[in-house]
């Protein structure tokens, strides 16, 4: 037993040799290295606790690339079956590691300002890639070299201070920064003040930056402006410490430290006696160095003997002296007058305490040759409007200084006053009227006549006094007029408009009240009575109510007004009383009637002119139709002529043919017969001009066909076309004529056609001078024609008439035309 104890504890022993000795060569190897700093911590059975790591410092803006530390594994045996890697921000562009050796790389300087630590995680695999050892952090501080100057926000800075301020009073602060480390030495700053013009009156904290004033006795007036140089350095302990300047203007501004101080003393200003009030005598100025309201002054007189005689005003910044009463040169001791007169700040100085002076003014005062001067400057008399000429109304005075002689003058426009030359009497020379005026102002005067421009002057108010010369009159000037409803029950009817009245002369004394009575005329007492109101007005009553048995529209009724002057005055009116009828609630109507009657006589007058003008159109315009009309009948008149006047045929056309020699009734016999051609029908008959022949167009170039020889005749015929046209030609272009829709038929059977004509209408010869027997050659149709019209008259039968012989005439003639309103050709 105790032999196998023993084995253990050599073998413990064995085992605990082997580690201690590979654990001291790994120190070896740690410590070997350059900058390492992986420190083995203790010797744990874990092997966790061996992969830690501390912080790593490196400085900054150091050029890389630069070794850190190297990390190695306790399974590292240098063999490379261990794999080490990093990761965090700037793996690979900033750091970056061996994998074989551990060794951790810095890859280019860094900048602290710009970040100040990083934070890497490390890991070591074997070859297979399983970890070997945790991950662990390593941090990677950057320390700070002193790489950024001080800054300041301005160039130039600006500050105030007031002038006399006390010692050690802050001006202003002026600061810098710096972007070094705040903590460490190159980023604290110290301040200091750069020799110039003013940097013994002023002092800067060094730490702080503030500025404060070294003496107590800051003059604007001396010196209004101080440029001071101020330096900001960092490393205040090394001369190789970096440093930063700017310019600081400190402006001092006013305060009253300085009174007001008249330039010249004492002032002697001379002044003539005749100088007017409110004459400038001089002006004044004080000097004083402050500015704006410190530098403004009040300028007074003090009380003297003599202050009375003159007043003083501050305008702008300037005493101006002015005459405040007259002046006198005899009177006066030694020709002078004496004033004191003081200027002082509107404002406090700094110490609270007022700043004033103070100076003589010796005024002389010069001899004229004064004008008189009256004891009133304006005078108010009264005259009573009936004064006669020449009436004295009262008079003026004044008295010459010097005691000359002088004379009295008037300026009257109104050319209604004189004044007496040496008493001052001032006298009336023309009518007065108080209703036209009731007071006059004239100036007076008193001196020399050709000096008149300096002479004494004062102002004369005359006031017109009232008589009393008119009486009453109706208010507004206009005549009285009532109106009397004739309608109405009332009896005692009290009459409207209240009579009224009113007075031109003056209403406190000669006016109102006024008092009305009736007269004794006759018409008056059988139908009005009068009645005084009391207050200055009257009404007219009515005494019956039975005027509508009178035939008077209207009446006039005299009513006596007397006025309450002294004496009084009174007038005798008549009332023109206007009877109409009133509606129910007692409105005249009369009124209404005669306006609207007085307004319609322009109307009125209007219409009659519209009126005439109307007649006179319609008369004229029967006038044209009427010719019109006469026209017309003219045209048919003279469209009808006789048949003896044309040897033209009348056709009429039917839209049918006729039934042959026993049709009688296809047309109307009796429009063949000479009778037709007399008619007066104006729908069917037009004017009927004769037109030559044209040569130019015809409508058959044969001539007629002789049947007795067989041969053709050589007689002249007319062109009916050209006949048609020009008739077309004239209905279309006359617009005096009838104007018919109508077609006018000619059938070829007159003159010009073959057969020749077979018409007998409007013919100048009987039956007996024409031959017909040429017609036996045309058939057995024409025979029976022949027979009729020809020499051999008693072929007619006895049952056969002339009427039968002309229906077998119409059955040779019937033609048809156009479906047209049928029309008669005249002849």
């Not at 013009?197 to 007036?221: A, C, H, Q, V, Y």
């Not at 530098?295 to 101006?320: C, P, Q, W």
């Not at 009305?516 to 009068?530: A, E, G, Q, W």
């Not at 009348?650 to 000479?674: H, P, R, W």
Request: net charge negative.
């Amino acid at each position: 037993m105790s032999r196998i104890v023993g084995y253990v504890l050599v073998s413990l022993c064995v085992l605990w040799a082997v580690d201690s000795s590979s654990i001291g060569r790994e120190i070896k190897q740690l410590a070997s290295r350059h900058d390492a700093t992986v420190i083995y911590q203790e010797r744990i059975l874990s092997r966790q606790k061996r992969w830690e790591f501390q912080t790593f410092s490196i400085l900054e803006n150091m050029p890389g690339p630069q070794l850190i530390t190297t990390l190695h594994s306790s399974f590292d045996n240098d063999t490379g079956n261990v794999k080490y890697s990093i990761e965090g921000q700037g793996v690979g562009l900033t750091f970056q590691v061996n994998e074989n050796s551990g060794d951790l790389i810095l890859k280019h300087a860094l900048d602290r300002e710009v970040q100040s630590s990083y934070l890497l995680t490390v890991s070591a695999r074997d070859s297979n890639g399983v970890e070997v050892e945790p991950s662990s952090t390593i941090k990677i501080v950057l320390q700070d070299r002193n790489d950024n100057p001080p800054i300041f926000s301005l160039a130039s800075h600006y500050a105030t201070v007031k002038e006399r301020s006390r010692s050690g009073q802050l001006v202003t602060t002026i600061t810098a920064t710096d972007a070094d480390d705040p903590a460490g030495p190159f980023g604290q700053l110290v301040y200091r003040l750069l020799p110039s013009d003013g940097s013994t009156k002023f002092m800067i904290i060094p730490d702080t930056g503030e500025i404060k004033i070294t003496t107590s006795n800051l003059d604007r007036e001396t010196a209004d402006t101080y440029e001071l140089v101020i330096e900001a350095r960092d490393d205040p302990y090394e001369d190789n410490g970096r440093s930063a300047t700017t310019t600081l203007t400190v402006s001092v501004t006013d305060v009253n430290d300085n009174g007001p101080m008249f330039i010249r003393k004492p002032y002697i200003p001379a002044i003539s006696e005749d100088s007017d009030i409110g004459f400038v005598v001089m002006r004044v100025h004080a000097k004083d160095t402050d500015l704006r309201d410190n530098a403004r002054n009040i300028y007074t007189i003090l009380e003297g003997a003599d202050s009375s005689k003159f007043s003083m005003e501050t305008i702008g910044n300037h005493g101006v002296i002015k005459v405040a009463q007259p002046l006198d040169y005899e009177s006066t001791k030694n020709h002078e007058y004496h004033i004191r007169i003081k200027v002082r700040n509107t404002v406090l100085s700094y110490l609270g305490t007022p700043l004033e002076d103070y100076a003589d003014v010796v005024i002389s005062v010069i001899d004229v040759n004064e004008s008189p001067i009256f004891e009133k400057s304006q005078y108010t008399f009264s005259v009573s409007e009936d004064a006669k000429k020449m009436f004295p109304i009262q008079a003026v005075k004044a008295t010459d200084p010097e005691g000359d002689t002088f004379r009295y003058f008037i300026d009257d426009t109104s050319n209604k006053f004189i004044i007496g030359p040496t008493s001052g009497m001032i006298s009336v020379v023309g009518k007065l009227d108080r209703e036209s005026e009731d007071q006059y102002i004239v100036t007076v005067k008193a001196g020399s006549p050709d000096r008149l421009d300096v002479a004494g002057k004062a102002e004369v108010v005359i006031q017109v006094n009232d008589v009393n010369d008119h009486p009453p009159i109706p208010l507004g000037g206009e005549k009285l007029e009532v109106v009397l409803c004739n309608n109405l029950e009332d009896k005692t009817q009290a009459l409207k408009p209240t009579i009224e009245m009113t007075d031109l002369d003056d209403p406190d004394k000669n006016g109102p009240p006024f008092h009305f009575r009736s007269t004794n005329d006759p018409v008056y007492k059988r139908h009005f009575k009068l009645v005084d109101n009391g207050d200055s007005t009257a009404t007219l009553h009515t005494v019956h109510n039975d005027f509508e048995s009178y035939s008077a529209e209207e009446y006039q009724v005299p009513i006596f007004v007397q006025d309450s002057g002294k004496p009084t005055n009174n007038a005798t009116y008549y009332v023109t009383v206007k009877v109409c009828h009133c509606s129910d609630e007692g409105k005249p109507l009369c009124d209404a009637l005669a306006q609207v009657a007085g307004i319609q006589m322009e109307v009125l007058i209007v219409l009659l002119c519209v009126f005439v003008i109307l007649l006179v159109l319609v008369v004229a315009l029967i006038t044209i139709r009427r010719r019109r009309r006469a026209r017309e009948d003219t045209l048919i008149k003279s469209s009808i002529s006789t048949c003896d006047d044309e040897v033209r045929e009348n056709i009429i056309d039917y839209n049918e043919e006729g039934g042959g020699e026993e049709d009688t009734a296809a047309f109307d016999l009796s429009a063949l017969q000479k009778d037709y051609c007399s008619s007066t029908s104006g729908s069917q008959v037009k004017i009927i001009q004769n037109y030559p022949s044209s040569s130019s167009t015809k409508v058959s170039m044969l001539t007629p066909y002789d049947f007795s020889t067989g041969k053709r005749r050589n007689v002249a015929s007319q062109d009916v076309r050209d006949f048609i046209v020009d008739r077309k030609t004239e209905e279309d272009s006359d617009d005096l004529k009838l104007a018919y829709d109508s077609l006018q038929m000619y059938a070829y059977e007159g003159e010009g056609s073959e057969a020749g004509s077979l018409s007998s209408l409007c013919t100048s010869s009987v039956d007996e001078d024409q031959n017909y027997d040429y017609l036996q050659q045309w058939g057995p149709r024409f025979s029976r024609l022949s027979n009729i019209y020809g020499a051999g008259r008693a072929y007619f039968s006895d049952d056969e008439s002339n009427d039968d012989a002309l229906s077998v005439l119409s059955s040779q003639l019937g033609r048809t035309t156009l479906n047209r309103p049928r029309r008669i050709s005249p002849c």
